[in-house]
């Protein structure tokens, strides 16, 4: 069993900044995910396992940027000029991939999920 751990959350104001860190071993590619309430869980950003190929939402490219140190077993979100629409439940999430160049954009295509971590923009 797979156990993802994030860190990271918090309360910021609208303009800051805040990095969430998931830890997974493995040969995973892996995705960050948001839910708000009573909303749907949406892919934020999503990276293969090599790093190579990323993804980002539409409502999240150049502020926020997604990157992995395998060595440490850690993938990374970087967000910068966080909005009060950003706040949300963050969630990481990790598959196998014999591909090291494949990545994921749908939830359904994921088989491990952190606890989450809870991001708050206050304007």
């Known amino acids: 069993q797979v156990q993802l751990v994030e860190s990271g959350g918090g309360l910021v104001q609208a303009g800051g900044s805040l990095r969430l860190s998931c830890a997974a071993s493995g040969r995973y590619a892996m995705g960050w995910f948001r839910q708000a309430p009573g909303k749907e869980r949406d892919i934020v950003a999503a990276i293969s396992w090599s790093g190579g190929r990323t993804y980002y939402a539409d409502s999240v490219k150049g502020r926020f940027t997604i990157s992995r140190d395998n060595a440490k077993n850690t993938v990374y979100l970087q967000m910068n000029s966080l909005k009060p629409e950003d706040t949300a439940v963050y969630y990481c999430?990790?598959?196998?991939?014999?591909?090291?160049?494949?990545?994921?954009?749908?939830?359904?295509?994921?088989?491990?999920w952190g606890q989450g971590t809870q991001v708050t923009v206050s304007s």
């Open positions: 999430a990790a598959r196998t991939s014999i591909r090291t160049e494949l990545m994921y954009t749908s939830r359904y295509e994921y088989t491990y």
